[in-house]
């Protein structure tokens, strides 16, 4: 049996893509269980190589896949739904199974699309393994509903929507490695802007999360409880791009990585035991390090953590649940920049309740921080998040881009966020000190093209 693996070119008109290529993780985890399981598995990372749809059409049709795996968000929902019908066009005897963020928040809004089989809701590689399965013994013994006791698969029933609830995958261990081998790792981008070393490439390697911030939703796709790879199998993924892909920086995506002290600590062994050369960065809260963990991190190549600060309005972090204060952000900061860490900071703006003067509350506590890297990013509401509920109830918005809301108040809208974005990225950025600071990390032409992206006007839509 043929699987075919595949995300969705960008929406054209998505204000928030910014074209960064990087390789599809979640996809690549499931193609990785997958081939383990003895499927043939092909990967079409549509969102980077922006096929059309005939492109699709006929490469479906070269392929001849009995089953299509479509990862969908929120902001690809219209593609994903063209991407389906071109296939049940090409292929109507095809499966057609749709899994990712989307499908996890809103599953109903996947299969009430005729074209689209299954619905795949949270972790999705024994799900598909066991769907593959079943749906290879529905073509050879007429088995009627091959999703009926298949955790975390959703299907149609006698014109009903029938959702089987997740289970969450206890030991990650069993997860193969990401299945990279199948996506044209020459074509993305792999620098990391705040490693010193390429090429550099992602890993993913903490799932669920405890905390319960009102603006993230992705308790739904991972669980409440937080899950983490062994400090060794992480390390062999390390060892495998390292020595297959000429990696020589990694950066872990999680929200949290340092959110189980003994498993970060074995991981910083681990390098060290191995002698490892490699530079990584990684993410993680304020409250979630100490000064003897930063040492042991930066032994081991840590140079960068981002902190996700949201903030620099106290009320604002209150109303976000954020669960930290600014004195412990500021305490984070001081503690990296003791251990020679570098520093990253993110702030949301834009979001209900909030006002001009908390967001210059939020540019002044950045440049009182003073991170190497800051970014100011404008809050979309997505789906089943807190914020979001509240944003669609109240009407607090006057555009809605299928499942996506942009928020509207009488403080601001979308538009004039842009323009408060772009002052802040300025006004932080144009000291002196950072400038210099910048120069010296990343050279003066790429400083000068950096600073040309901040004040060139957009360019017009074709």
Not at 18 to 32: D, I, R, S, T
Not at 335 to 362: H, N, W, Y
Not at 428 to 456: D, N, V
């Amino acid at each position: 049996m043929t699987i075919l693996l595949m995300t969705t070119a960008p929406p054209s008109d998505a204000p928030w893509y910014l074209g960064k290529k990087l390789p599809p993780l979640g996809l690549a985890y499931v193609a990785g269980a997958l081939e383990k399981a003895g499927f043939q598995v092909e990967i079409l990372d549509n969102y980077m190589l922006r096929k059309s749809i005939e492109e699709v059409k006929e490469l479906i049709g070269k392929l001849n896949p009995e089953i299509v795996g479509i990862t969908c968000g929120s902001a690809t929902f219209r593609r994903c739904v063209e991407t389906a019908q071109a296939i049940r066009q090409t292929l109507p005897e095809c499966k057609i199974v749709v899994g990712g963020w989307h499908a996890s928040y809103v599953p109903d809004s996947i299969l009430e699309v005729p074209e689209i089989d299954y619905v795949v809701m949270g972790e999705g590689e024994q799900a598909m393994i066991e769907l593959a399965t079943a749906i290879s013994k529905t073509a050879r013994n007429s088995i009627e509903n091959p999703g009926e006791t298949i955790s975390g698969v959703g299907y149609r029933k006698n014109g009903q929507i029938v959702k089987n609830p997740s289970q969450f995958i206890k030991d990650l261990d069993q997860v193969p490695f990401p299945a990279r081998h199948l996506l044209p790792m020459h074509l993305y981008d792999r620098t990391i802007e705040f490693l010193s070393v390429k090429p550099a490439d992602t890993m993913s390697i903490v799932r669920g999360c405890p905390f319960s911030c009102a603006f993230c939703e992705t308790k739904k796709l991972w669980g409440n409880t937080c899950r983490t790879f062994s400090p060794k199998r992480i390390v062999d993924e390390i060892e495998n791009v390292v020595n297959n892909y000429n990696s020589k920086g990694i950066y872990f995506i999680n929200d949290n990585f340092t959110i189980k002290k003994n498993v970060t600590e074995g991981v910083c062994e681990e390098i060290n035991r191995r002698r490892l050369s490699v530079r990584w960065a990684c993410d993680t809260r304020p409250d979630l390090i100490s000064q003897e963990l930063l040492h042991k991190m930066h032994a081991a190549g840590c140079e960068t953590i981002w902190f996700g600060v949201e903030s620099g309005a106290p009320r604002i972090l209150k109303m976000l649940n954020k669960g930290i204060t600014l004195e412990q952000t500021t305490q984070a900061v001081r503690l990296c920049r003791k251990e020679g860490i570098q520093v990253a900071c993110s702030f949301i703006m834009g979001v209900p309740g909030e006002t001009v003067a908390d967001m210059e509350a939020s540019l002044k506590f950045a440049k009182k921080l003073d991170p190497d890297w800051c970014r100011f990013n404008i809050y979309v509401a997505y789906p089943d998040s807190v914020l979001y509920d509240e944003v669609k109830q109240k009407h607090l918005y006057d555009r809605e881009d299928d499942f996506l809301l942009y928020v509207k108040t009488d403080q601001f809208d979308f538009e004039s966020l842009l323009k408060i974005q772009m002052r802040f990225h300025m006004a932080f950025s144009r000291s002196p000190r950072r400038i210099i600071r910048k120069i010296r990390r990343e050279g003066f032409f790429h400083t000068l093209k950096q600073s040309y992206k901040l004040i060139a006007p957009p360019k017009p839509k074709e």
